[in-house]
């Protein structure tokens, strides 16, 4: 549980770190003022800023403005902030405030962390791509250079009443042996298990790093009309790149997963339109906390990887054009762009605060489902620690 919390936190920082850093930069470079740049949310726990004399002096935990940049550290660990002079609207007369400046140059700069999530996941795809990335095996798709290593069988489905469900195999279970014997290929596992119909067969499977034993009867399935034990299966390995080439592949990998990240998006909110049903799983702080411990402890490549993946997810809602989120903020200066003056800034920001509450809100109601889905393990973990009083 600790480890996960810590590399959980980890994970976080470094996200909200680089996505601060972007608007940031953006601003100090657009000559725009940042007043604070904060990890965490308020209350602030303690801050700093450089005089002119370039000595570093503490602020008091309400200080609001010095003559240079406050970087702080704020007691609610979810998120940072960078405030930046003119935000809201205020000193447009002042050139060093973000509401002096155009409407390009304030878009770019709201625009930078999505930009900087962006990159951060390039580059840790391309670490990734150049050291060994794991993922799906389909040799008529990868290039002739590209090298393959650590292959395994997983399970990647589960059918519900299937020899696999009554056995008690689960979704990412590696195969190592089936009756003592050792296969390289789906194909193979899947021949085999054709012709045992009937008869018992033992498993040998890993999951998360424990070999464990497991019986069953494989059974004609109606779905493939063939036998089987009922589970989708899939290959998966390490693929690695010469590392001047995998950058190249970083981008392209960074692209086809933005692609179906909004892809996802799209579907989900269809079938919300259509049906008004929820189609797959959406994980709040808690959800995305369990699966990150998870990846940490596969090892290295695969928290670099997944780290990628919420690196895009991020960029991609904080894109989309709802109040509150970067997205939304470009698209109230779109409006001001084709109006020729600014929206009202009373309504702008009452937008916002109702956007952020809505945000809240979500955020409280998934927090609850993550909760509830892994329960058992939060009660097993305090049945553990109530037996140490």
């Known amino acids: 549980m600790l480890f996960t919390i810590v590399t959980f936190f980890a994970v976080l920082g470094i996200l909200v770190l680089v996505h601060e850093l972007g608007h940031f930069f953006a601003a100090r470079k657009g000559g725009v003022k940042v007043e604070e740049f904060g990890l965490g949310l308020p209350p602030r726990i303690f801050g700093f800023y450089k005089n002119d004399e ?15 940049t406050i970087w702080s550290l704020n007691w609610i660990p979810l998120g940072g902030f960078v405030k930046i002079k003119g935000e809201e609207g205020g000193n447009a007369e002042e050139e060093d405030s ?17 930009l900087m999530n962006v990159v951060l996941a390039i580059v840790f795809l391309s670490f990734g791509l150049a050291f060994g990335s794991p993922q799906m095996i389909d040799d008529s798709k990868l290039p002739a250079f590209a090298k393959i290593r650590d292959v395994q069988i997983r399970i990647m489905e589960v059918l519900p009443d299937s020899p696999a469900a009554r056995a008690g195999l689960e979704v990412a279970d590696t195969l190592l042996t089936v009756d003592g014997q050792t296969f390289s290929r789906v194909e193979d596992f899947q021949d085999y298990f054709n012709q045992k119909i009937g008869i018992t067969v033992q498993l040998e499977i890993e999951r998360k790093q424990k070999k464990l034993a497991k019986e069953l009867v494989p059974e004609v399935i109606p779905q493939i009309g063939r036998g089987g034990m009922g589970v989708a299966l899939v290959q998966t390995g390490f693929v690695s790149y010469p590392w001047y080439i995998a950058p190249f592949y970083g ?4 692209v086809k997963m933005i692609g179906g990240i909004i892809m996802g998006f799209y579907l989900i909110i269809k079938s919300l339109i259509i049906s008004q049903q929820m189609i797959g799983d959406v994980y709040g702080p808690v959800g995305i906390a369990t699966l990150v411990g998870d990846a ?17 997810i991020i960029a991609v809602i904080n894109f989309l054009p709802f109040p509150a989120l970067d997205g939304g903020r470009v698209f109230f200066l779109l409006i001001e762009g084709l109006r020729g003056k600014p929206v009202n800034q009373k309504l702008e ?17 998934i927090t609850f489902r993550d ?3 892994i329960s058992s393990g939060f009660l097993g973990w305090w049945q553990k620690i109530s037996g140490l009083f």
Not at 54 to 68: E, M
Not at 100 to 107: A, E, G, M, P, Y
Request: zero cysteines.
């Open 54 to 68: 370039g000595k570093w002096k503490p602020v008091g935990l309400k200080t609001k403005q010095v003559n240079g």
């Open 98 to 114: 973000f509401a002096h400046k155009s409407v390009l140059r304030r878009i770019w700069i709201i625009s930078a962390g999505v």
């Open 251 to 254: 981008v392209i990998e960074t």
């Open 296 to 312: 940490a402890r596969l090892g290295f490549l695969y928290i670099l990887q997944f780290t990628a993946m919420l690196s895009v």
């Open 349 to 365: 920001t009452a937008m916002h605060n109702i956007g952020f509450a809505l945000l809240m809100i979500l955020a409280v109601v």
């Open 371 to 373: 909760i509830a889905r």
